[in-house]
């Protein structure tokens, strides 16, 4: 049984429509993740299945009865009306509990009294299973448990919510939701604000939730372990696929192949009607034959540019959609400019190359000792890297992942022992502030500012970065930041090194540019170390794993995989 279904869903913001013809059914125990480009809707989409929009057209229908939680993308706003602190807002979801437990020391205060009638015995034994059964012994250590989980120590418990940064009310609005255990619950990127070990617990809590989830999220390895259903929504509407992340790309990819072939044949199909056209048209014995297949072929034409291929097999949309009184030649030039709707074609492009090899030796440490004279950070295993490896450099904020980075470019010198770059290296660097990109320029210009190879060579090598069009003359200062780090990508690519320094690359990157992040890096022949809480990227790409925490940089010989089966063996 359905929890949430709706039908031919579409929202419109003026005169532009953010999507149209969205249907899909979530169950009772339906974990979902929403994937899709930036921009195409998935937070309107959201926000209307929480009954807080209203859609244009179609319709939603919930479950009667149905709890909802939400969580939106920025709490910012979150708890304005009210006065509590943390700790005393996730007591709040619990105030039945205290109304019970304020009844049973009112009857226990009557039996000390003396008073044993069976109405009083009846009425304490079931409200005492009720409270029991609701976890009323518990909740207090429950509260305790989501909180520190999701990164709000006993420190912040006191805090008054007004005076919680917008992360920590974002956290506090998702523990509160926990709490709550709604019968559906919608997040929107729960994992922004969250480190590492605090998406962990929350992929944990979320494998066993017993209602249904629905979740947008650019984390990958996150929808990996946590979901097992994936909508995707693109230009032509909403597909739905079984499995969690990496099982709907293995599906995404035949189904890309099998649009590719359909599209291909629809085509050369409509170019054949259309010769039987221009052949008959203008014979009087088959002139009206000619006609009403112009009509109609017309009508195909017009839905496939609407809603693609998939239009023709839509009755509702086919008889919905008048013939245009177009002529031959006007359905001849519609015909060649329709667009393949495999979404593989109008993905980003990158390409990275490394100019020539350089030596065999890329780095090598001594006893070194990272940080600045007045706060050292960590002292590193003694490292020798090589030619072609794929590092990650993992550990939590504040550990010096990016205070190492600065040492290898040469902005600081090492506290102590020695370290020794290899000959012959060209390195690259992409920060995740974009500090380098000047904005008062241009994305053309900005692009030229590391080579000149001449406006259309640059003007096509940034559209394989998704910059066309007039957005080759946008300002660097009005780009978005996820804009910014294609244009930074671009601009990384042009160096061409073969030493690659790439502090969260993925950042702010919506899924499909983070997937062909990940392809062109696989395919690329220097060497990178990547500094990410990207685990899915790690995942896919690591031959090393570096771990920097407690003051100690660790090496790991091998991919993310057999380190944590590594980490789980020494935990055990």
Same mark, same amino acid.
Not at 478 to 483: R, Y
Not at 507 to 529: C, K, M, R
């Given at each position: 049984?359905?929890?949430?279904?709706?039908?031919?869903?579409? &929202?419109?913001?003026?005169?532009?429509?953010?999507?149209?013809?969205?249907?899909? =059914?979530?169950?009772?125990?339906?974990?979902?993740?929403?994937?899709?480009?930036?921009?195409?809707? *998935?937070?309107?989409?959201? %926000?209307?299945?929480?009954?807080?929009?209203?859609?244009?057209?179609?319709?939603?229908?919930?479950? *009667?009865?149905?709890?909802?939680?939400?969580?939106?993308?920025?709490?910012?706003?979150?708890?304005?009306?009210?006065?509590?602190?943390?700790?005393?807002?996730?007591?709040?979801?619990?105030?039945?509990?205290?109304?019970?437990?304020?009844?049973?020391?009112?009857?226990?205060?009557?039996?000390?009294?003396?008073?044993?009638?069976?109405?009083?015995?009846?009425?304490?034994? =079931?409200?005492?299973?009720?409270?029991?059964?609701? $976890?009323?012994?518990?909740?207090?250590?429950?509260?305790?448990?989501?909180?520190?989980?999701?990164?709000?120590?006993?420190?912040?418990?006191?805090?008054?919510?007004?005076?919680?940064?917008?992360?920590? *009310?974002?956290?506090?609005?998702?523990?509160?939701?926990?709490?709550?255990?709604?019968?559906?619950?919608?997040?929107?990127?729960?994992?922004?604000?969250?480190?590492?070990?605090?998406?962990?617990?929350?992929?944990?809590?979320?494998?066993?939730?017993?209602?249904?989830?629905?979740?947008?999220?650019?984390? %990958?390895?996150?929808?990996?372990?946590?979901?097992?259903?994936?909508?995707?929504?693109?230009?032509?509407?909403?597909?739905?696929?079984?499995?969690?992340?990496?099982?709907?790309?293995?599906?995404?990819?035949?189904?890309?192949?099998?649009?590719?072939?359909?599209?291909?044949?629809?085509?050369?199909?409509?170019? *054949?009607?259309?010769?039987?056209?221009? %052949?008959?048209?203008?014979?009087?014995?088959?002139?009206?034959?000619?006609?009403?297949?112009?009509?109609?072929?017309?009508?195909?034409?017009?839905?496939?540019?609407?809603?693609?291929?998939?239009?023709?097999?839509?009755?509702?949309?086919?008889? $919905?959609?008048?013939?245009?009184?177009?002529?031959?030649?006007?359905?001849?030039?519609?015909?060649?400019?329709?667009?393949?709707?495999?979404?593989?074609?109008?993905?980003?492009?990158?390409?990275?190359?490394?100019?020539?090899?350089?030596?065999?030796?890329?780095?090598?440490?001594?006893?070194?000792?990272?940080?600045?004279?007045?706060?050292?950070?960590?002292?590193?295993?003694?490292?020798?890297?090589?030619?072609?490896?794929?590092?990650?450099?993992?550990?939590?904020?504040?550990?010096?992942?990016?205070?190492?980075?600065?040492?290898?470019?040469?902005?600081?010198?090492?506290?102590?022992?020695?370290?020794?770059?290899?000959?012959?290296?060209?390195?690259?660097?992409?920060?995740?502030?974009?500090?380098?990109?000047?904005?008062?320029?241009?994305?053309?210009?900005?692009?030229?500012?590391?080579?000149?190879?001449?406006? $259309?060579?640059?003007?096509?090598?940034?559209?394989?970065?998704?910059?066309?069009?007039?957005?080759?003359?946008?300002?660097?200062?009005?780009?978005?930041?996820?804009?910014?780090?294609?244009?930074?990508?671009?601009?990384?690519?042009?160096?061409?090194?073969?030493?690659?320094?790439?502090?969260?690359?993925?950042?702010?990157?919506?899924?499909?540019? &983070?997937?062909?992040?990940?392809?062109?890096?696989?395919?690329?022949?220097?060497?990178?170390?990547?500094?990410?809480?990207?685990?899915?990227?790690?995942?896919?790409?690591?031959?090393?794993?570096?771990?920097?925490?407690? $003051?100690?940089?660790?090496?790991?010989?091998?991919?993310?995989?057999?380190?944590?089966?590594?980490?789980? =063996?020494?935990? =055990?």
């Amino acid at each position: 049984m359905s929890l949430l279904s709706f039908s031919y869903l579409g &929202q419109t913001f003026g005169a532009v429509d953010i999507f149209a013809g969205l249907t899909a =059914a979530l169950p009772n125990d339906g974990k979902v993740g929403l994937v899709g480009p930036n921009g195409i809707g *998935k937070t309107t989409l959201l %926000r209307i299945l929480a009954r807080l929009d209203q859609p244009k057209y179609g319709s939603v229908h919930l479950a *009667k009865n149905t709890r909802v939680g939400y969580l939106r993308q920025e709490a910012v706003a979150a708890f304005a009306d009210r006065d509590n602190t943390v700790f005393e807002e996730m007591l709040s979801v619990f105030a039945y509990l205290e109304k019970m437990a304020v009844q049973l020391r009112q009857m226990e205060n009557a039996m000390s009294e003396g008073d044993y009638s069976d109405e009083l015995l009846d009425r304490y034994g =079931a409200i005492q299973e009720a409270y029991e059964q609701a $976890g009323g012994y518990d909740y207090d250590v429950r509260i305790k448990q989501v909180l520190t989980g999701l990164g709000l120590g006993p420190e912040q418990w006191a805090m008054p919510l007004a005076h919680c940064s917008g992360g920590q *009310k974002t956290r506090a609005l998702l523990a509160r939701l926990l709490l709550e255990e709604p019968d559906l619950l919608i997040l929107d990127e729960p994992t922004n604000h969250l480190d590492v070990a605090a998406i962990e617990w929350l992929e944990g809590m979320l494998r066993q939730w017993t209602g249904a989830l629905l979740i947008v999220s650019h984390d %990958r390895y996150f929808l990996d372990k946590v979901v097992n259903t994936i909508w995707e929504m693109g230009r032509n509407g909403l597909e739905s696929y079984r499995g969690n992340y990496s099982a709907y790309v293995r599906q995404r990819q035949e189904r890309w192949e099998r649009l590719e072939v359909e599209f291909t044949a629809v085509q050369a199909h409509f170019f *054949k009607r259309l010769d039987f056209i221009k %052949r008959n048209i203008a014979r009087a014995s088959s002139s009206d034959r000619a006609v009403g297949e112009l009509r109609r072929l017309s009508r195909e034409v017009k839905a496939v540019e609407f809603m693609g291929t998939q239009a023709l097999n839509m009755d509702w949309i086919t008889t $919905g959609i008048a013939a245009g009184k177009w002529g031959v030649a006007e359905v001849e030039r519609r015909i060649r400019a329709l667009e393949n709707p495999n979404p593989r074609t109008h993905r980003p492009k990158m390409q990275m190359r490394a100019g020539h090899p350089g030596s065999q030796i890329v780095l090598r440490t001594k006893k070194l000792l990272v940080g600045y004279p007045d706060n050292p950070l960590f002292e590193a295993e003694d490292i020798h890297l090589y030619r072609g490896e794929m590092v990650a450099l993992i550990g939590p904020n504040g550990a010096g992942k990016s205070t190492f980075l600065k040492l290898l470019l040469g902005e600081i010198e090492a506290l102590d022992g020695r370290f020794q770059l290899g000959s012959s290296l060209q390195i690259s660097h992409f920060s995740q502030a974009h500090e380098t990109l000047n904005l008062e320029n241009n994305v053309l210009d900005e692009l030229l500012t590391v080579k000149n190879i001449g406006i $259309g060579a640059a003007r096509d090598h940034l559209a394989r970065y998704l910059f066309s069009g007039d957005e080759a003359f946008k300002p660097v200062a009005a780009l978005s930041g996820g804009e910014r780090g294609r244009l930074s990508l671009a601009k990384l690519a042009l160096h061409e090194a073969n030493f690659l320094l790439l502090d969260e690359p993925t950042n702010h990157l919506d899924i499909p540019a &983070q997937e062909v992040l990940q392809e062109a890096l696989q395919a690329y022949e220097g060497t990178v170390l990547l500094v990410t809480h990207d685990r899915y990227l790690v995942d896919r790409l690591a031959t090393q794993i570096w771990l920097v925490a407690n $003051g100690r940089l660790t090496i790991h010989k091998g991919d993310y995989q057999s380190y944590l089966a590594e980490k789980l =063996a020494l935990a =055990a």
